[in-house]
């Protein structure tokens, strides 16, 4: 597997963009290449992925991020190793973390903002209800919103289906006086898109390869 971090660093304009790469297509070897192109946040999205391969990488000064699922069950498990997570779309998950962590987690509200059918994230008209419940747990720290854009060739789509986070971002200030500036968006085929639309964390997993050597 041959990687393109460089490439792929030159197209993002802001040092203050983290690039966390998506582990579900790597094997451990592929991951420590990625680190020493300078890549130093993963997100896995499968609990059993993340278990086998979390103490293989013990060695290495690496930010987890969990972008994935995560049911409730498998939290104890996960929590303690994770300093963020990019999932969090209900109140049991909220209430076993609060439950589990020992320090406040770091957590996006996953919210669904594309029309395909999703069974993931929050509906727009929840997100606020959702924030205001969520204020009791103290180990859970929402630091702002992810979303993810219908995989579509259509730009106009993508960037209205952005659009409905930043919406989101003023409607929260308006009403709870809280400015969430982080944004969790962008994959592969949108990133640019979601640069324009504030991305300060981009997920990006295919980007950084080429199958040909
Ligand atoms: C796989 C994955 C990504 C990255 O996908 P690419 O399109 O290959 O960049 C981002 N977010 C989540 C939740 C994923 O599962």
């Given at each position: 597997?041959?990687?393109?971090?460089k490439?792929?660093?030159?197209?993002?304009?802001?040092?203050?963009?983290?690039?966390?790469?998506?582990?579900?297509y790597?094997?451990?070897?592929?991951?420590?290449?990625?680190?020493?192109?300078?890549?130093?946040?993963?997100?896995?999205?499968?609990?059993?992925?993340?278990?086998?391969?979390?103490?293989?990488?013990?060695d290495?000064?690496?930010?987890?991020?969990?972008?994935?699922t995560?049911?409730?069950?498998?939290?104890?498990?996960?929590?303690?190793k994770?300093s963020y997570?990019?999932?969090l779309?209900?109140?049991?998950?909220?209430?076993e973390?609060?439950k589990?962590?020992?320090?406040?987690?770091k957590?996006?509200?996953?919210?669904?903002?594309?029309?395909?059918?999703s069974?993931?994230?929050?509906?727009?008209?929840?997100?606020?209800?959702?924030?205001?419940?969520?204020?009791?747990?103290?180990?859970?720290?929402?630091?702002?919103?992810?979303?993810?854009?219908?995989f579509?060739?259509?730009?106009?789509?993508?960037?209205?289906?952005?659009?409905?986070?930043?919406?989101?971002?003023?409607?929260?200030?308006?009403?709870?006086?809280?400015?969430?500036?982080?944004?969790?968006?962008?994959?592969?085929?949108?990133y640019?898109?979601a640069?324009?639309?504030?991305?300060?964390?981009?997920?990006?997993?295919?980007?950084?390869?080429?199958?040909?050597?």
């Open positions: 597997m041959k990687f393109h971090v490439n792929v660093k030159e197209t993002i304009p802001n040092d203050n963009i983290t690039i966390v790469a998506a582990t579900k790597f094997t451990t070897d592929e991951m420590r290449e990625l680190y020493k192109e300078g890549i130093h946040d993963f997100g896995e999205n499968r609990d059993d992925a993340f278990l086998s391969k979390y103490p293989e990488l013990q290495l000064d690496i930010t987890w991020h969990f972008i994935g995560l049911q409730t069950k498998k939290v104890k498990k996960v929590i303690d994770i997570l990019h999932s779309d209900n109140l049991k998950l909220a209430e973390i609060d589990r962590r020992e320090t406040p987690l957590c996006f509200l996953q919210v669904n903002i594309s029309n395909e059918d069974k993931h994230g929050l509906n727009i008209d929840e997100v606020l209800p959702f924030l205001q419940s969520v204020q009791v747990y103290k180990n859970i720290d929402i630091i702002g919103f992810m979303g993810m854009a219908e579509t060739k259509d730009e106009t789509v993508i960037h209205q289906e952005f659009q409905k986070l930043n919406d989101l971002q003023t409607l929260i200030y308006q009403e709870l006086g809280i400015q969430y500036n982080e944004l969790s968006i962008g994959m592969s085929n949108d640019q898109i640069l324009e639309h504030g991305a300060t964390f981009l997920r990006l997993g295919s980007v950084l390869f080429s199958k040909e050597v």
